[in-house]
């Protein structure tokens, strides 16, 4: 009997080598090596678009499940396995190629074989070219891009607390982050479902409060607001160990410069932090909502995109679409050979008749699905979600009937959305924010009599108004402290007034003077405090001893030459360092605003004819080299919101959208006029 099976065993090399193999090398661990096959899941196309996911198999014909497997996707990314009945691993592979998959499977024996697999994936731009088509066209340059983005440095405008939600499901948890890249060029970036890796004591779910590690997904765009030229970058998601041993798939809190990424060496992390136009063009097809404009600003997200100056500062919100006369009109232009058919998709949706006409929004005809990543949970809403909850593209249902863009609803004193930002301090000698300005530029925000003017610093949280406090200040700012004159008041005395100052956390509050003699001095040299202050507040009491009731303002950082409610004035040279901040400023009007007439176009080469004697405002839109005033006695004119004499040359600088405001006073010479070349 055991001779019979001995002669068995010798065939059956012969009859069934293969089975044969596999039973002995997992029975009594011959030294034959292992024969590795590398196959996909599903089969491959002959070329996909990225990203691209592949499920990779693994067949051992010796060694089955005592063989361990090593996985290297041939584009920088590699995974281990362990033996297992399945030998299976996945990769996305986010840049256009070909590709070369390898296994290596080990036994126990440390035997090792190998098998390969081609993929190709299809070549679009890249990254670093489209990077090149964005600062030909927008107007700046590698060095101008920022190196220390991080969603830990945005602005948290829809935390999870906004809708009163306490499951992770529910969260939104986004925040906004901004950069100047250039005085004409903008840097905005969204992360979306922020998390950091600590477990929750109480409940074991993730806590959605900073330092954040890791967001949902990351969008930017960056826009020239003159030519309105906009590139897109979307971050490609990876692999990122929580702090329970498990892995989610996610975009890391600290981004990589697109200069960095753009210039890095193929397949590395940096390379492939951000998705090329073709991978981007097939996950997120930005102009299905960023139609009319590069900026959404829905009432959740206004304040923060007016805090950083992009609500009204010369950017094109109507988007593109055919005038009255059927010629093709607006700014807003997706930039790159692989993203051009942006423009064609933004223009066929656009609805300029709409909330989307100069209300920074979405057009109407948006129908873009909601996003919901891995197929579960939503992490952007459509349009359709946004404006009736059920969905549903009625007729009767819009953007404009809904009421979700409520650009001047009433209260029309202190709309989030009247925050304008017209001058940059790097435009000229300082940073005009001036209510001639406002008539020229926004004429729809305009009031003759504002009951106060607000300002705040770009990217800063604190607001500034002149008219918080009882008394005319002579100075109010970082620099200088707080000084209050009693000349300077109507009853002969000021307030008794309080400061502190930011050094990391706020000092105690400081009360150096009162105001008997000239009146209160309140000097930053006297305060003992840091010598860099990043912040200043000061204080009063407008109750009584026993029951306080303590008024609080924010200062500004720089000495303002003008500050009242005919706008806010920085110049320069006032300033320690030379420089001011950037400011925006919003008006505040007790009756409706606007009954100001747009401002009449006038082009280079053109006479205006005869003005006559009301006040008149032109617009130029192109670069002048001269201009010239003719029976203007007792006019005053502006330009650009800046007093100006007749021929005045050269002019106050463009506008941020490039152009160029002249507004004449009433006269009383009917044949007044104005030519420019």
């Not at 929004?361 to 996003?371: E, H, M, P």
Request: glycine share 8%; charged share 15%.
């Amino acid at each position: 009997m055991k001779k019979m099976i001995s002669q068995l065993i010798a065939l059956l090399p012969i009859l069934l080598p293969g089975l044969v193999a596999s039973t002995i090398g997992m029975s009594v661990g011959a030294q034959t090596p292992p024969v590795a096959k590398l196959t996909s899941v599903v089969p491959l196309p002959a070329s996909a678009p990225p990203p691209f996911s592949v499920s990779f198999s693994a067949l051992a014909s010796t060694c089955s499940s005592l063989c361990q497997a090593h996985f290297d996707f041939g584009d920088g990314n590699v995974a281990d396995v362990a033996p297992g009945d399945f030998l299976l691993a996945g990769n996305t592979y986010l840049l256009g190629g070909s590709y070369t998959a390898t296994v290596t499977l080990t036994d126990s024996n440390g035997k090792k074989a190998s098998a390969s697999l081609s993929i190709t994936i299809t070549k679009g731009q890249t990254l670093g070219s489209y990077l090149n088509d964005c600062e030909t066209q927008l107007g700046f340059q590698d060095a101008n891009i920022p190196t220390n983005l991080s969603c830990n440095n945005a602005v948290l405008f829809a935390p999870n607390s906004i809708e009163g939600n306490t499951l992770p499901t529910d969260l939104v948890n986004d925040a906004v982050g901004y950069a100047r890249v250039t005085d004409n060029v903008d840097l905005t970036f969204a992360c979306r479902w922020l998390t950091n890796n600590v477990l929750s004591p109480t409940d074991g779910t993730v806590r959605f409060v900073p330092p954040f590690e890791k967001a949902q997904s990351v969008e930017m765009l960056i826009h020239n607001r003159q030519n309105g030229n906009t590139c897109f970058f979307e971050a490609a998601p990876r692999t990122i160990a929580t702090s329970n041993g498990g892995a989610v798939n996610a975009v890391p809190a600290t981004l990589v410069s697109l200069a960095v990424a753009a210039r890095a060496a193929p397949n590395t992390s940096e390379a492939k932090f951000w998705y090329e136009p073709l991978a981007l063009d097939n996950t997120l097809q930005c102009v299905d909502c960023h139609i009319a404009g590069p900026y959404i600003a829905t009432p959740r997200i206004a304040p923060t995109l007016a805090q950083f100056g992009l609500l009204n500062n010369g950017h094109d919100t109507l988007g593109r679409y055919k005038d009255a006369n059927n010629n093709v009109v607006g700014r807003f232009h997706a930039v790159g050979t692989t993203l051009v058919h942006f423009n064609d998709l933004a223009f066929s949706n656009n609805n300029p008749n709409t909330c989307a006409n100069g209300c920074h929004s979405i057009g109407d005809k948006g129908a873009v699905n909601d996003v919901i990543p891995g197929g579960v949970q939503q992490l952007l809403p459509s349009i359709t979600h946004v404006i009736d909850s059920a969905g549903n593209q009625r007729p009767s249902v819009s953007v404009t009937t809904s009421g979700v863009m409520p650009a001047n609803a009433a209260p029309f004193d202190y709309s989030d959305y009247r925050w304008v930002n017209m001058d940059t301090p790097t435009n000229d000698d300082g940073d005009y924010e001036t209510l001639i300005g406002l008539k020229q530029q926004y004429p729809q925000f305009y009031c003759k009599q504002p009951i106060d003017i607000v300002a705040n610093v770009v990217g800063s949280p604190y607001h500034y108004s002149p008219n918080i406090f009882p008394d005319k200040l002579n100075r109010f700012n970082l620099q200088d402290g707080l000084v209050c004159l009693n000349a300077d008041q109507s009853g002969g005395t000021c307030h008794d007034y309080q400061t502190r100052y930011k050094c990391g956390g706020w000092t105690a509050w400081q009360n150096q003077d009162d105001p008997r003699g000239t009146g209160d001095w309140e000097k930053r040299a006297g305060a003992g405090v840091c010598d860099l202050p990043t912040a200043i507040q000061a204080r009063y009491n407008a109750g009584t001893t026993q029951s306080p009731n303590w008024i609080i303002a924010h200062g500004p950082p720089d000495r303002l030459a003008e500050f009242d409610n005919q706008g806010l004035i920085c110049k320069n040279a006032d300033q320690t360092n030379g420089q001011c901040s950037n400011y925006v400023v919003q008006f505040a009007c007790d009756t409706p605003m606007g009954g100001v007439s747009a401002p009449t176009p006038l082009a280079k080469g053109a006479n205006s004819n005869n003005i006559g004697t009301d006040e008149k405002t032109y617009v130029v839109t192109t670069l002048i080299a001269g201009w010239q005033a003719s029976n203007i006695t007792g006019r005053q004119i502006y330009v650009n919101g800046v007093a100006v004499t007749p021929g005045q040359w050269p002019l106050p600088p463009r506008t941020m959208d490039g152009k160029y405001y002249f507004t004449f006073s009433a006269g009383g010479l009917v044949f007044a006029s104005w030519s420019i070349w």
